[in-house]
Structure formats: C-alpha cells, structure tokens
C-alpha cells in the first residue's frame, strides 16, 4: 500500500514597496539589467501615492521654470 500527501501550494505576491498581499495588487513587467523583463507587483495605494509625488514634482518643475530659476 502506498500513501500519499497531496498538498495545494498557493503563490502569494507582495507589493514591493510596503510589502502588502492582498487582492489590489497590479502586476506588471519592468526591465532590471542583466536579468531581463520580470514581473513587478505593487499595491494600489504605492501607486496612486507615487503618481501624486511625480505630479507634485511636475508642479514644481513648471513653477521653477515660470520663475526662471
């Protein structure tokens, strides 16, 4: 008689920024040298703040050239 284990194995992504897991991770693939194309995952909430700091600094940018500094 032989007996057996059968285990269900789940992959779990995290963000890699803060490390979340959960369902509001968008993955997408980002090109790291020597290693090619590989995926990514980030949480919304890193998103959408990394999207305001960027628009913050595109404010600041045009405000600096407005002024010629």
């Known amino acids: 008689m032989t007996t057996m284990t059968i285990t269900e ?4 992504q995290s963000c890699c920024e803060c490390g979340h897991t959960g369902t509001d991770l968008v993955g ?30 595109v404010e600041a940018l045009k405000l600096a050239m407005m002024l010629g500094e």
Do not use: H
């Open 9 to 12: 194995t789940k992959e779990l």
């Open 28 to 57: 997408y693939f980002e090109y790291i040298g020597g290693q090619g194309y590989v995926p990514v995952f980030e949480c919304q909430g890193c998103i959408d703040a990394r999207l305001e700091a960027s628009r913050e600094a």
